[in-house]
């Protein structure tokens, strides 16, 4: 693979400023596919139109003995959406969620909405740049871990 293929090691500068709403979506759709998921297995494909993308699960990439249900799999799948509903707002765009009425036939969960929006505040930046310092941790967890005030 080569570097630039790396979506981990993709320029933020390469956003397409200029380029249509969906060709900023398509660009965003790159952040969304660093989410964390079950196994690393990535079980999310993405469909877009003029202001929309669709989050579709890969139910090819199931893991049937830990995760017989999906369930962990439409969690990974709700990872990605975070991941690029913080993105979109890094780059002055909003998003609107809605889920789908049957992803069980449609396999799509949920539908992005984007629209043009505010400039982002310090707490979005901050939420953007963690997006590729991100790692999952296993180190053990210790009741110490949590603080509850
Ligand atoms: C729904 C879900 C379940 C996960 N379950 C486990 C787990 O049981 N044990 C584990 O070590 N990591 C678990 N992970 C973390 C993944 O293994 C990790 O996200 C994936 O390998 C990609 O690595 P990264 O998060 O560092 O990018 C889980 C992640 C998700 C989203």
Request: net charge negative; charged share 25%.
């Amino acid at each position: 693979m080569a570097a630039s293929d790396d979506l981990w090691l993709r320029s933020d500068v390469d956003f397409p400023s200029n380029g249509t709403l969906e060709e900023r979506i398509r660009f965003l759709i790159g952040y969304a596919a660093l989410a964390p998921s079950g196994h690393n297995t990535q079980p999310w494909s993405f469909a877009t139109g003029p202001d929309w993308v669709d989050v579709l699960a890969d139910r090819t990439r199931p893991l049937p003995v830990v995760d017989p249900h999906d369930r962990e799999l439409a969690i990974s799948c709700g990872a990605a959406v975070g991941i690029f509903e913080a993105a979109a707002r890094r780059f002055c765009l909003e998003t609107t969620v809605a889920t789908s009425p049957d992803p069980e036939v449609l396999r799509s969960l949920v539908r992005i909405t984007v629209t043009e929006g505010a400039q982002p505040d310090a707490g979005e930046i901050a939420l953007f740049n963690a997006i590729k310092n991100r790692r999952t941790d296993r180190a053990p967890i210790s009741w110490k871990t949590f603080r509850v005030t």
